[in-house]
């Protein structure tokens, strides 16, 4: 399961306790926000694309949506989401559970400016009934993060 994954990973950075699991579903950004007594803005959701064979994660803020003309300036490609079927093996996270912690080796990570404007943000745990709460500086240091990108327009 791949939330044993990332509370692994956690545990290995004396952070375990500070991951949420919930008794109702988080899979998306609204019913985050309600697990979590939050505002949706303060999700941090991350969106799975392919960019010719690579898998790219890019992680926004969740009153967001991708900018189809910012991605291709970004990445030189239209965005190509990930089939649900395929997040699994690809990423090593099922969708409603997909985050930028304990992913398959060889997935690229971005974060959104989206992010910047909030102290902390919640972003999934592996599972679709979990989160963290985290600042800026522990989602760079913890997604992995090639880097910060500008792909987001608010919704």
């Given amino acids: 399961m791949s939330i044993e994954k990332v509370k692994t990973y956690f ?7 500070r991951v949420l699991e919930f008794t109702v579903s988080s899979a998306t950004v609204e019913l985050a ?32 949506k991708i ?14 989401m990930l089939e649900y079927e395929e997040a699994p093996a690809l990423i090593g996270h099922a969708v409603g559970g997909v985050c930028p912690f304990a992913v398959n080796d060889g997935v690229e990570v971005y974060l959104d400016e989206s992010l910047k404007r909030f102290e902390t943000v919640f972003p999934a745990c592996g599972s679709a009934n979990s989160a963290i709460e985290m600042t800026m500086a522990e989602l760079e240091e913890h997604s992995g993060s090639l880097g910060w990108v500008d792909v987001a327009k608010l919704k």
């Fill in 11 to 17: 545990r290995t950075r004396g952070m375990e306790d």
């Fill in 33 to 64: 926000a309600i697990a979590l007594g939050c505002e949706e803005c303060r999700i941090a959701k991350t969106l799975s694309f392919h960019v010719g064979e690579r898998v790219v994660l890019v992680v926004m803020a969740g009153d967001t």
């Fill in 67 to 80: 900018d189809n003309q910012k991605y291709k300036a970004q990445f030189g490609t239209k965005a190509k």
